[in-house]
């Protein structure tokens, strides 16, 4: 049996990934960082609350109100430079195959994020860990795909 072995920041990726899919859609909004009441939106909002671990809400809360969000999640993920904007700022073309539904290319963008999925979003995060790319586009196929299951295909089970 080989083992496989993960990096302390394939790991977080991935708890990241699982906590995201798990949220319900109004807790999450790639269009910003924190909601309202400055707790964690998108990625970038949920990487930061993550890093901060034990602490409690509201303390996070008055931390995150001040923070460099995208600076500190990078770090916290391991994520730089172009794959840190294309992974918490996408963009139309990061998202979208077809041309901008809008003649502003920035608001087509910005529709395009509000329309990003916790089940894509984690998608995502897990194509990250998994190839060190951000690829909204195939991972969305990925979030799209239904899992497998051994459970549906009962002429495999003797």
Not at 3 to 22: G, K, P
Not at 25 to 53: K, Q, V
Not at 96 to 121: G, M, N, Q
């Amino acid at each position: 049996m080989q083992h496989v072995h993960f990096t302390d920041q394939q790991i977080r990726i991935l708890a990241l990934a699982a906590l995201i899919e798990v949220l319900p859609e109004d807790r999450f909004n790639m269009e910003c960082w924190l909601d309202d009441n400055f707790g964690p939106s998108c990625i970038a909002g949920w990487a930061c609350w993550e890093s901060l671990g034990q602490m409690d809400s509201e303390a996070k809360r008055q931390h995150l109100r001040h923070a460099q969000i995208p600076e500190i999640a990078g770090r916290y993920l391991g994520v730089y430079g172009t794959r840190l904007c294309k992974l918490f700022t996408p963009q139309w073309q990061d998202l979208e195959d077809e041309e901008p539904i809008f003649s502003s290319y920035s608001r087509s963008s910005l529709w395009a994020r509000t329309h990003v999925t916790t089940k894509w979003a984690a998608a995502t995060l897990r194509r990250l860990a998994l190839t060190g790319e951000v690829d909204w586009k195939a991972a969305r196929c990925d979030a799209e795909r239904p899992p497998i299951s051994l459970l549906h295909l009962p002429e495999l089970i003797p």
